[in-house]
């Protein structure tokens, strides 16, 4: 097992240099970048940075304005003084060719040196720790609920396979799996956060205004409160592909000989279930739980935090790619991919500590 995980921590290094080269290419390629965006606030056009893309519309520069270095490859920099332009690219390391950037970049990653944000003035570890529990809350009740719901669905449509309960559950399900978890978060507030009918739940926050003021039990009641919605609307979207897999994984062990065997020596169904198939059945889907929270905690809640206006990580990435922060955009890829990574090693070690059967070094 060690050599295993030695092979894979290896891989790891071009796994994710090749994920970092991709995006910066990507995101530097995108228009709008943190010059123009400094350059629309100062002119205060309030140019969004995916607006006026087209060479002909008003504000583009590829016609020489003022005859200076730089002051062309900027939309709306027409006539600013060129050591404006100057002074802005500097500041923003735009100085130096792409390649260098890079490089400098990857070099300050591996020291975990994410940089200030461009509009925070602030380190961007820092605010990734002042937003990560925020995102760690909707990720754990989210995982946590997800699997008390999923694993117990799934046995009881295993052992019901075929029955009218299995029929309509699998209907429920199709539609948990079908309509992504952010429309039902617009519902929800539809029906009961004041949108249309009911306002039983807060639309904003984690907290309420006087939360220093509440006692210890009130801070816990006015937690629930407030994070309900949010962790409601990403179960409903994440909870049918854990009660499909749990009810396959079982339904495969259900036909397996030593089921057949368990049963002629007359073991009652509960023991053949609960005391055979179950830790066989179970292993697939309980070795997934560092996945399926790493997946619900950096991808999941990002539209979630969003619509309901939590300031997590999810809305830290969706204001850094609105402003093309891109420390902060950088920052928090190169931590997300590298914990996604590390998540999936430990994913695959659980396999082995779940079941000591597996041997991945003798199937490599």
């Known amino acids: 097992m060690a050599a295993y995980v030695v092979r894979r921590l290896l891989l790891m290094v071009p796994t994710l240099f090749g994920i970092m080269l991709l995006n910066f290419l990507v995101i530097h390629a995108a228009p709008g970048g943190p010059v123009e965006q400094i350059i629309a606030r100062y002119r205060d056009t309030g140019i969004e940075a995916s607006a006026r893309v087209g060479g002909s519309q008003r504000g583009d520069v590829r016609t020489q304005s003022s005859g200076a ?184 062990q259900i036909n397996q000989q030593y089921v057949l065997t368990a049963r002629a020596k007359g073991l009652s169904e509960r023991r053949v279930m609960y005391g055979h198939v179950f830790r066989n059945a179970m292993l697939i889907v309980i070795a997934g739980f560092p996945a399926a929270f790493v997946g619900i905690l950096f991808t999941g809640s990002l539209l979630i935090e969003v619509i309901f206006s939590l300031d997590g990580l999810g809305q830290l990435g969706f204001q850094a790619a609105l402003n093309r922060n891109y420390p902060v955009m950088f920052g928090t890829l190169y931590f997300f991919t590298l914990v996604g990574l590390v998540m999936k090693l430990v994913e695959d070690m659980t396999y082995v500590l779940v079941d000591p059967r597996i041997d991945f070094e003798r199937r490599d």
Request: proline letters at 4%; aromatic letters at 16%.
């Open 69 to 252: 270095k730089g002051s062309t490859e900027y939309r709306g920099a027409q006539g600013l003084d060129p050591e404006f332009i100057a002074d802005l690219e500097k500041q923003f390391g735009f100085d130096k060719p792409a390649h260098k950037r890079f490089v400098m970049m990857i070099g300050n990653f591996l020291r975990f040196d994410f940089g200030d944000s461009f509009f925070h003035d602030r380190p961007v570890i820092d605010l990734v720790i002042e937003k990560m529990p925020v995102s760690i809350s909707l990720g754990l009740w989210t995982t946590l609920i997800v699997y008390l719901i999923s694993i117990p669905l799934g046995i009881a449509k295993a052992v019901r396979d075929g029955s009218r309960f299995d029929a309509w559950t699998s209907g429920v399900v199709i539609v948990g799996n079908a309509v992504p978890g952010f429309l039902f978060a617009i519902l929800l507030i539809v029906l009961f956060a004041g949108g249309r009918y009911f306002d039983w739940f807060p639309l904003r926050g984690l907290f309420s205004d006087n939360w220093e003021e509440l006692s210890t039990w009130g801070k816990v009641v006015d937690y629930f409160w407030h994070i309900t919605l949010p962790v409601t609307s990403l179960v409903i979207g994440g909870f049918a592909s854990l009660t499909m897999l749990t009810k396959n994984s079982f339904l495969d």
